[in-house]
């Protein structure tokens, strides 16, 4: 069944933190209870029970799922596969599939607050579970992974071989039952090639995965690379069909640490993107020319980099307006400060003008000396 999705208009934030509930509606089981308005924790525990039980079976099937706020109004809907290997819970289709949503900018903060509470609402151990890394580069399996829009808010810390090493390699199990023997004999199969590209022989390797039909993210992370280092850009494109994944894999991967800027200039000539421009303004430190750009599609990271921007042209209202949809603690704290500091100087500046009209030297030297402490505590911020 394919994937269906929506966002809808929510009524009201109570801060930004208010309840969620799920409903589902078929899910072949008698045992759970379908239709029944349930806690956002309640249906994420008894639904990731179900998607166990369901790849222990080797079963798949697929539920319409809907997520209400206290007010009873929809705000998500969506279907889960449940038994399919691609994600461990609901909690991490969500994370990844909701930035994938194209909405209007000005309902942008509705979007990122829905996946502020999600994030409040789910306990850790739903945020780190994994499934069988090996059956998602099954070629049998029915769900082509890709990198989607919402994934590009990975940070890539790990090089593409080693990366793509561990995805095909490392064995992290649930409750899976042990892999059929036609897939364990694929992935022996692999280990040599894998082994060879971190030595360096990638060849071979990129060669294998260029005759795949499906690629896992892991594998289209590495073709990505490898292209974009031999500077074959409509190749690195021609992996996903999509110029900004690989416009956020050299934004995003250790890889192109060294010559990232460079990199992502050299690609912007051949398949330029309004988001490879904003980015490429962030890294030339162009801050006024990135935050004029208007149809970028604002990520979490981009988000912060446009805060940052603020900062540093000292816009203190843009700044305390953009910070509003960021969930960075520090740079938080580091936006109030900025505006704290602001309206500390234009205060003191207001007692310096007022002391020049009475001519009082010695209370007029002694607001400098705070005029310019406070002056070089804001120029450390926008540095």
């Known amino acids: 069944m394919a994937f269906f999705i929506a966002l809808v208009t929510m009524s009201r934030f109570k ?41 222990q079976a080797n079963e798949r099937f697929s539920s319409e799922f809907r997520i209400f706020d206290d007010d009873d109004q929809l705000v998500y809907k969506g279907t889960f596969q449940f038994g399919d290997t691609t994600y461990p819970n609901l909690y991490q289709q969500l994370k990844e599939r909701i930035p994938n ?20 609402l789910t306990p850790e151990t739903y945020k780190t579970m994994v499934t069988e890394a090996v059956t998602r580069s099954n070629t049998d399996a029915t769900h082509i992974s890709r990198l989607r829009r919402g994934q590009r808010r990975i940070v890539y810390g790990a090089s593409g ?30 280990r040599p090639l894998y082994e060879a590209a971190l030595t360096g022989e ?4 990129v060669e294998n995965l260029e005759k795949r039909q499906s690629l896992n993210d892991e594998q289209q992370q590495f073709l990505i690379t490898h292209y974009v280092e031999e500077q074959d850009y409509d190749q690195a494109v021609s992996v996903t069909k ?11 991967s250790k890889r192109f640490a060294t010559n990232r800027q460079d990199t992502l200039q050299s690609f912007q ?5 309004d988001e490879g421009t904003f980015d490429l303004a962030i890294l030339q430190k162009d801050y006024r020319r990135a935050v004029s750009l208007m149809d970028v599609e604002m990520t979490t990271v981009r988000q912060e980099a446009r805060t940052r921007a603020y900062i540093a042209l000292k816009d203190v209202a843009k700044a305390k307006e953009s910070v509003r949809t960021v969930q960075d603690e520090k740079l938080k704290e580091q936006v109030a400060t900025f505006v704290r500091l602001d309206e500390e100087i234009k205060a003191l500046e207001n007692q310096k003008r007022q002391l020049s009209e009475k001519e009082d030297k010695e209370a007029l030297e002694k607001l400098n000396e705070s005029l310019e402490a406070k002056q070089r505590q804001l120029n450390m911020i926008i540095k």
């Open 15 to 55: 801060g930004g933190e208010y309840m969620l509930f799920i409903r589902f509606t078929d899910i072949p089981k008698e045992a759970f209870p379908n239709y029944d308005r349930l806690p956002y924790e309640e249906a994420l525990l008894l639904s990731t029970q179900v998607h166990q039980e369901a790849q």
């Open 101 to 120: 949503i194209r909405i209007r900018k000005e309902d942008a903060t509705k979007k990122i607050l829905l996946l502020e509470n999600l994030e409040r």
């Open 161 to 190: 071989v080693s990366l793509l090493l561990l995805g095909a390699l490392t064995v992290v199990r649930l409750v899976q039952p042990d892999l059929p023997s036609g897939v364990r004999a694929e992935a022996s199969g692999w």
């Open 202 to 205: 990638t060849g071979p390797l």
């Open 242 to 252: 999509d110029p900004i994944d690989v416009e956020t894999i050299i934004m995003q």
């Open 269 to 273: 000539a051949v398949h330029p993107t």
